[in-house]
């Protein structure tokens, strides 16, 4: 059946002078290039943070103190000086004293008081018990946790780009390039042979929250894409992915997957669970069940690698997941570490971020997952293990 559409004349002059207002609040930003749906790849955005000077795209969230203060937010470096602040989907770009200020040799940036940059208070990334999808308590009692299914994260947060001050170090574990433990990808890598790689894992390794799996601004892939796309660049031979991670698993459905792994007789694999494990399941478990799944694909696969994914952290202040877990199970991994398999440890990653920020500035939604500038340092600091310096 067809409508026809009539519109009101009073609710066509209200959305006039709504675009009028939106118009009045964004006058003069800096608009940046219109977004063409695709990612705009840079050698430089995979970078490892820790060794840049130039530290691109940190995504912070700009909170107001309770008190008559200013809306600010810490980065993870000292820095010399701010290049740019922009929104997360890049395409609006503010103006240094007019929105914002910073000192050279500090952590801090404040809004100033008639800042066009988006600002929130603690109440903004709260609910009412009971008011949302999942059940996420918060851990004073106070609400639920905001969550975030796609991008509203992202919306609220902006992202930093900017040089830091020369010899600060980053003092959490570093990865290093893991050629002894993972001597036939790192050579077939060197050497332009063609290398099939295979990640399983859970809806991190999906992919969720990274603005890519959304068709939104940016369009950054999933850290899976990501490291695929800088051993592509790195290697003249051909790099493939096949990302088998599903949302919402944990190691005993890894365990069921060995027969999907193997029949793209991976010259890698990436296994990254944790998240949904450390709801319950008990360190012993887990990592009987990583080593499970080694076991299993090197029967099937006997020229296969391996690299374990130490999770990042969930939401400290969701009373789900068992934290101490995180830290457990890394050593877990560790200790199935040794030839053919190496450990990319993003648990202490998220530990030095937490000492350094809030989990609000990198969450993808409020809980459990990263945003984009978290996706790329998951592949940053794999391919730290697999990328000559």
Request: hydrophobic share 40%; with cysteine; aromatic share 8%.
């Amino acid at each position: 059946m067809k409508h026809s559409c009539f519109v009101c004349p009073t609710v066509m002059l209200r959305s006039l002078l709504w675009l009028f207002v939106i118009c009045i609040c964004f006058a003069g930003e800096v608009q940046a290039d219109e977004p063409s749906g695709v990612w705009k790849y840079r050698p430089e955005l995979l970078q490892p943070f820790w060794r840049s000077e130039l530290v691109e795209g940190e995504s912070v969230l700009f909170l107001k103190p309770e008190a008559d203060q200013p809306a600010a937010a810490l980065l993870l470096f000292p820095v010399q000086s701010v290049v740019s602040i922009s929104s997360s989907a890049g395409d609006v770009i503010w103006e240094a004293d007019r929105d914002f200020t910073w000192e050279q040799g500090s952590r801090r940036i404040q809004l100033t008081p008639d800042s066009r940059i988006p600002a929130f208070s603690e109440a903004d990334l709260r609910r009412p018990a009971g008011s949302q999808k999942y059940r996420l308590t918060h851990r004073d009692g106070n609400g639920e946790i905001l969550f975030g299914a796609e991008l509203e994260y992202a919306a609220m947060q902006v992202c930093v780009t900017y040089r830091r001050t020369p010899g600060e170090h980053w003092s959490a574990v570093l990865p290093e390039y893991a050629a002894d433990l993972l001597p036939r990808t790192a050579s077939r890598l060197l050497q332009g042979q063609s290398v099939e790689l295979v990640t399983l894992g859970d809806s991190i390794s999906a992919g969720s929250n990274a603005s890519g799996l959304y068709d939104q601004p940016p369009y950054q892939p999933p850290y899976p894409e990501l490291v695929r796309r800088g051993l592509d660049e790195f290697s003249a031979g051909a790099v493939a992915m096949t990302n088998l991670s599903v949302g919402g698993t944990s190691t005993d459905w890894g365990l069921q997957q060995v027969d999907a792994v193997a029949e793209k007789t991976p010259d890698l694999l990436i296994i990254a669970f944790g998240m949904n494990d450390s709801a319950g399941r008990s360190v012993e478990s887990y990592q009987q069940n990583i080593r499970g799944i080694i076991t299993a694909v090197r029967d099937r696969c006997p020229q296969c690698e391996f690299i374990l994914v130490a999770s990042m952290l969930g939401n400290r202040d969701w009373t789900t997941l068992k934290h101490e877990r995180f830290a457990e199970y890394r050593t877990a991994l560790r200790e199935l570490s040794g030839p053919g398999i190496a450990v990319a440890d993003l648990t202490s990653v998220w530990e030095e971020f937490l000492v350094r920020k809030k989990d609000c500035d990198q969450t993808g939604n409020g809980v459990n997952h990263p945003n984009d500038f978290g996706h790329r340092v998951y592949a940053q600091v794999i391919l730290s293990l697999l990328r000559k310096p």
